[in-house]
């Protein structure tokens, strides 16, 4: 069994969620969190699950969670990839400087 801590660190890249987040953007996330419409999150797409992404939530669909990008331009999301598994919810964004994220 390998154990993990709750909170972990992951930095954005690429602007698919703009202009919430930003390429750089240096966020805490809580691994295992309740996770509701509307939140931002870390997950993997079942169809590509060496890609790791960060996505706001729109729906729960075929035992996953349908996931879309802020940023309309932008649709390397579900709409591309189907559903995914969420790994944990963002809490806040502590670089450049602490944000938190509702």
């Given at each position: ?41 870390v997950a993997r797409f079942r169809s590509r699950p060496g890609l790791l992404v960060v996505k ?28 995914a598994d969420v790994i944990g919810r963002v809490l806040f964004r502590y670089y450049p400087g ?5």
């Amino acid at each position: 069994m390998r154990w993990q801590l709750p909170l972990f660190a992951v930095l954005v890249s690429g602007p698919s969620m703009a202009p919430v987040l930003r390429h750089g953007d240096a966020l805490i996330v809580r691994r295992g969190a309740t996770v509701r419409t509307g939140d931002i999150v870390v997950a993997r797409f079942r169809s590509r699950p060496g890609l790791l992404v960060v996505k706001r939530v729109v729906r729960e669909q075929d035992g996953g969670w349908w996931l879309e990008g802020d940023n309309t331009f932008v649709q390397d999301d579900s709409r591309s990839y189907g559903v995914a598994d969420v790994i944990g919810r963002v809490l806040f964004r502590y670089y450049p400087g602490p944000w938190r994220l509702s």
